[in-house]
T-cell receptor
């Protein structure tokens, strides 16, 4: 069974701190997506990475896809209360090569305190 | 206009009942995917429909079913509800860069 493991599961920090969350798997994925979800809402796509070693930046958020395409990280610089939410990673094109049936991690729940 | 509209937002049902949830993608999208989200299991893929045909299916019992209409609207049905079916049910459309989700239907089975 393919799994995407996210760590840490919970994170509570003060405004202005930096943080990194991780998404790891023993399987290779052709793409990896990061989403942020607020309570009572659906996930919202942040970024998609497709190339091993790829780094993408979205304002204060930096996403990296591992060279072997088995893991990814999300780094947030100077976190703000608006960054609070559940951060989910999802892999596509895994063992069955099906890009339309994403495998999801359980998420990292981030709370940024003012 | 939202990419995906799901109705209703909240539902409370009793064990043994059945329920139908609705998903309306923005015009032009022929593919709709359904997910179940629970705290312990995360998001789990239920099924995907494309042009009224089921294209992919997850590992859920036959009590979970779906369909898609010619206008791309989709419904999912859960029969003989169990307490463990309590979850957020999400519908999504695939864009070129990733998925756009609706706000979900929160189903509580009592």
């Amino acid at each position: 069974t393919q799994l995407l493991e996210q760590s840490p599961q919970f994170l509570s920090i003060q405004e202005g701190e930096n943080l990194t969350v991780y998404c790891n798997s023993s399987s290779v994925f052709s793409s990896l997506q990061w989403y942020r979800q607020e309570p009572g809402e659906g996930p919202v796509l942040l970024v998609t990475v497709v190339t091993g070693g790829e780094v993408k930046k979205l304002k204060r958020l930096t996403f990296q896809f591992g060279d072997a395409r088995k893991d990814s990280s999300l780094h947030i610089t100077a976190a703000q209360p608006g960054d609070t939410g559940l951060y989910l990673c999802a892999g596509g094109g895994g063992e069955d090569g099906n890009n339309r049936k994403l495998i999801w991690g359980l998420g990292t729940s981030l709370a940024v305190n003012p | 206009k939202a990419g995906v509209t799901q109705t209703p937002r909240y539902l409370i049902k009793t064990r043994g009942q059945q329920v139908t949830l609705s998903c309306s993608p923005i015009s032009g999208h022929r593919s709709v995917s359904w997910y179940q989200q629970t705290p312990g299991q995360g998001l789990q893929f239920l099924f995907e429909y494309f042009s009224e045909t089921q294209r992919n299916k997850g590992n859920f019992p036959g009590r979970f079913s779906g369909r898609q209409f010619s206008n791309s609207r989709s419904e999912m049905n859960v029969s003989t509800l169990e307490l463990g079916d309590s979850a957020l049910y999400l519908c999504a459309i695939k864009e070129s860069y990733g998925y756009t989700f609706g706000s979900g239907t929160r189903l509580t089975v009592v």
